[in-house]
Structure formats: structure tokens, C-alpha cells
């Protein structure tokens, strides 16, 4: 056990009185700090003097996350993971600092920088510049006084900040390992993460589970789980989904092309454009994952998908052949294939949600929109997508058949700039872009707690 808190700091350090605190993690020894005129906490599970070295999460205040729920900044999923972690331990400690608002700015400050990133694009750390503030004006000289009073000076620390572990161990605690809380980023906080990863130094996550082994990123259940219209496409660094001879095997990568089947098992349906099928031939079925095969739906307002396409040819899954109402087609299709006429105005303009709704009316469940890139754009044009997967492969194609397209603003200012998180996969970026309401809000449940906690 180390040695009691001396009464160097006994000027500006006073301890309150233990109590005990019922918590969802289990019953927690409360205890408050008074700091230079500050007054903090500490929540101890167990016995954390007994550990060689505890599992400790020192906490900034964060009103509007701790507290209010919001999804700016991951310290409310932070706070409650570092929790489950030391239930997990069945040890350790949480140290909850107050007056670090906003990284020790204020809560004032931090909503004027908040108005500065909504209304003039900046990132977090710009915010802070622009109002002629650090971008990072915390102390952990309160912490120390805790954990030294408390004979915790050797821990484990919860942190994705290595600042915080080499500012704790100038005030002379020993941080004989750093763990990162792996959570995912929300849609809403990606951009703020990503900023802070760059600029501040944070711990970059693991990115993309390890596909191999079976893992799940989250948003596939939030798909399987709720009625989304998804699209994905993987394009070149320039934008290209195919070269210009239409050679598209493969733009992106395994693990990219995993994460698509993933999708698709996950869907009720995958749509394609009568290009895509003319162009690759594909079977749009689950091989790379465990799973159902979601029912094909070919848009083909002309009839021009050949008789002896895979997709109609082949029964590995119900296929959908949305046709004009008034086009001839060939008899010589398999019966798996089930013809659905389009109403006319379909086949001169198509209007997504009128798709949408037909394909309703014979699928249930989330509904894929695969392919091409010009069936993809008219989708994002219309409104019609909940969430889009786009993946950027490392490649550069010059020229070749486009991926998104569409008409776009005169200014910045009016740049569609929707939510957004992103994952790696292999040497391919996928980014996630969240875009209606109904996504969002699938999009903000709770991360699950970490099993094993940080251990």
C-alpha cells in the first residue's frame, strides 16, 4: 500500500466524509475533495489501496454530456464505459474533476466555440483559438492530491489522452499502463474525434472490428433492426466506381467487400440498376459472411437486363424485376423471378420514394441501394437515403464510369455536410454518412457496455 497523503497541499486540500453510493455498477464509496477553492469527487469500488495498481478513470465535468445526454462529445459514453470497466475490475476508481468545462475553458466558452463550429465550419480546436483560448487549459494537479490522499499512486489509467498520463506523473503518480476505451464513434461526435485524434494527440481506435474473428460494427444490428433506405459504393481516390472499359473487380478490398456482404445480410432487399447488371453480371447474394440472402430487386424501367443474367437466371434468392408498365419482356427467366410493373411516369423520371414504396410493398426490413453510382446519386439527390457507406480505395482510375454525382452548390456554405463516422478497413477509408432523422436517432442509442470492461 503506498504511503499516506502527506500535508503538503493541506493549505488548498481538504477530504469530506465517506458515504456509500448505489450506482447501476454497484455500490461505490463517495467522497468529496476540496482543491483551491474547487470542490471534487472520487467514486471507489472496493478497495482500490489493496490493487498493486487500480483501474482509475479521471474524469473532466462535462455538463452537457454527463449529464444533459448530448452527442457533441463522447464524455457521457466515456464516463459510463469507464464505470462498466471498474465493475468489470471489481477495483478501482473514478476521479471527477469540476471546473474543467469545455477542457477547462468554461461552460460559457464551450457553447461560444460550439456556435463558432455550427456557424463558421471550425473544428473543435480552432473554436477555442478563435475566442483567444488554449486549446486545452485542464489541470490534473486536484487529481493527483486525490489519488496521492487516497494511496493510489501507482494506477492504471482510462484515458485515450496521453497528456493526461504524462501530466498525472509530473505531480508524481506512477501510470504503469494507459487503456483505451474502445467505443465507437457516434455520427454526431466523429468530426469533434477526429479533430481531436489530429491535433491533441488521442489514442486512434482499433477502427473496424477484426472481421476475421466474427466481430459486428454496431450499425449492422441498428440496420437489421430498423427500416432503412442504405446505399453503399466504393470509388476510387477520384471518384470512380469502375475504369472506363467498366472494369470494377475490384475497386475496394476484402475486408471492404466483407463489409458489404454484411450489409446485405442484414437488408430484406439489395437493389441495382439495370447498368450494374448488364455491366457486372452480379449475383447480390451473402457468400462472405454468415447469413440470408436479401431479395434481389432489379430497377430496369426498359426492360433491358439480359434473359440470361445471374440475377435472373439463378434462384439463390426472390428477385424483384421492376419494369415499365408497358415493357415486353422475355419469357425465359427463372420462377424465382416475380415481374413488377412500375407505373409509366416511373420509366420517363424515375422517382425514388415511389420505388421505395413499391419495393415496400413486397419486402420488409432495411432496403440496400447497391449500385451504380447514378442509381446512388438519384437516391441522395431525392432525399430517399436514412444512411450512405462510402469507401475511398487508395487507387487512381484518371477516368472511368462516376460514383456519386449530383448537382451541387454554388458556395461552401451550402455544401451538404451531413453526420458522419468513419472505420477502416484494410488500406480502405468507409465513411458513414448519417442523413435523415430516423437515422440519427437509430444511429444514438447507448453503446452496449464493453464485455470484460478495459481489462
Not at 4 to 16: C, I, K, L, M
Not at 21 to 37: A, E, M
Not at 239 to 251: C, L, N, Q, S
Amino acid at each position: 500500500m503506498d504511503a499516506p497523503y502527506t500535508d503538503e497541499t493541506a493549505a488548498d486540500f481538504t477530504a469530506g466524509p465517506q458515504s456509500a453510493l448505489p450506482t447501476d455498477y454497484g455500490v461505490f464509496t463517495i467522497r468529496s475533495y476540496t482543491h483551491q477553492g474547487i470542490t471534487h469527487v472520487s467514486m471507489a469500488l472496493g478497495d482500490p489501496q489493496l490493487s498493486e495498481a487500480p483501474l482509475v478513470r479521471v474524469h473532466s465535468e462535462c455538463l452537457t454530456g454527463d449529464a444533459l445526454g448530448s452527442h457533441r462529445c463522447d464524455c457521457g459514453d466515456q464516463l459510463t464505459a469507464a464505470l462498466a470497466a471498474i465493475e468489470s475490475a471489481g477495483t478501482g476508481m473514478l476521479v471527477y474533476l469540476r471546473g474543467q468545462e469545455g477542457r477547462g475553458i468554461g461552460l460559457e466558452n464551450k457553447l461560444q466555440a460550439y456556435a463558432l463550429q455550427d456557424k463558421a465550419g471550425m473544428d473543435t480546436v480552432e473554436a477555442n483559438v478563435a475566442l483567444g483560448l488554449p486549446d486545452d487549459a485542464r489541470s490534473y494537479d486536484a487529481a493527483a492530491a486525490i489519488l496521492r490522499y487516497e494511496g493510489c499512486s501507482r494506477i492504471r489509467l482510462l484515458s485515450s489522452n496521453p497528456a493526461k498520463s504524462t501530466a498525472l506523473q509530473s505531480y508524481g503518480i506512477t501510470v504503469t499502463e494507459r487503456l483505451h476505451l474502445q467505443l465507437p464513434d457516434r455520427p454526431e461526435n466523429s468530426a469533434y474525434l477526429e479533430s481531436k485524434r489530429r491535433r491533441m494527440n488521442h489514442d486512434i481506435p482499433n477502427g473496424h472490428p477484426d472481421l476475421e474473428e466474427g466481430d459486428e460494427l454496431e450499425v449492422y444490428r441498428t440496420i437489421a433492426g430498423f427500416d432503412e433506405v442504405v446505399a453503399q459504393l466504393a470509388q476510387s481516390e477520384d471518384g470512380f466506381i469502375a475504369t472506363r472499359t467498366g472494369d470494377a473487380e475490384f475497386v475496394s478490398g476484402r475486408l471492404d467487400r466483407r463489409h458489404l456482404h454484411q450489409i446485405r445480410a442484414m437488408c430484406g432487399a439489395v437493389m441495382v440498376g439495370a447498368g450494374t447488371v448488364i455491366a457486372d453480371d452480379p449475383q447480390l447474394t451473402v457468400r462472405a459472411v454468415k447469413g440470408d440472402n436479401p431479395v434481389r430487386v432489379l430497377l430496369d424501367p426498359r426492360g433491358r437486363i439480359p434473359v440470361d443474367s445471374a440475377v435472373l437466371q439463378y434462384p439463390d434468392a426472390p428477385t424483384l424485376w421492376l419494369i415499365g408498365e408497358d415493357t415486353e419482356i422475355s419469357c425465359q427467366i427463372g420462377t424465382h423471378v416475380q415481374v413488377v410493373r412500375l407505373p409509366q411516369a416511373a420509366g420517363a423520371s424515375m422517382d425514388p420514394h415511389m420505388i421505395i414504396s413499391v419495393i415496400r410493398e413486397h419486402v420488409s426490413g432495411s432496403i440496400l441501394i447497391e449500385g451504380g453510382g447514378q442509381t446512388v446519386s438519384e437516391f441522395l439527390t431525392a432525399g430517399a437515403l436514412d444512411r450512405l457507406f462510402l469507401t475511398r480505395a487508395p487507387v487512381l482510375l484518371g477516368e472511368g464510369v462516376p460514383g456519386i454525382r449530383f448537382f451541387g452548390p454554388a458556395v461552401m456554405s451550402d455544401a451538404l455536410r451531413p453526420s458522419f463516422r468513419r472505420y477502416s478497413f484494410g488500406e480502405d477509408i468507409c465513411t458513414e454518412y448519417v442523413l435523415s432523422a430516423a437515422a440519427r436517432h437509430h444511429s444514438a442509442q447507448t453503446p452496449a457496455r464493453l464485455p470484460g470492461g478495459a481489462q
